[in-house]
């Protein structure tokens, strides 16, 4: 089973930029759809953007002017690339595979917290 590890969060002023990274080790990574979920303060997990095997991407209506997804097979890796960030984007974020969502199992996730 895959193993997937957030990275990239921090505290960030408004208007600034973060560029979040999912490193995942398995063999089937390259072939997995990676997904990006967010979990505000007190609020449920929602769903952010995702990127099939061919680099096919769909975000969340709300972020899709300023999040970008993207992945690099060759380093097992899935960037989240965000712009512009507000207060309302302060969250966990969270990288899975369909499998492991579908079986509530989430790893540790990176805090992104914006405030001046």
């Known amino acids: 089973q895959e193993q997937l590890m957030e990275s990239g969060g921090g505290l960030v002023q408004p208007g600034g930029s973060l560029t979040l990274s999912c490193a995942a080790s398995g063999s089937r990574f390259s072939m997995n759809t990676i997904y990006w979920y967010r979990q505000p303060p007190g609020k449920q997990r929602e769903f952010v953007a995702r990127v099939t095997d061919f680099g096919t991407t769909e975000y969340e209506d709300s972020v899709k002017e300023k999040f970008t997804i993207s992945r690099d097979s060759a380093k097992n890796t899935v960037y989240l690339q965000i712009h512009h960030l507000q207060p309302e984007d302060t969250a966990v974020y969270y990288c899975?595979?369909?499998?492991?969502?579908?079986?509530?199992?989430w790893g540790q996730g990176t805090q992104v917290t914006v405030s001046a």
């Open positions: 899975n595979t369909e499998n492991r969502i579908k079986s509530h199992s």
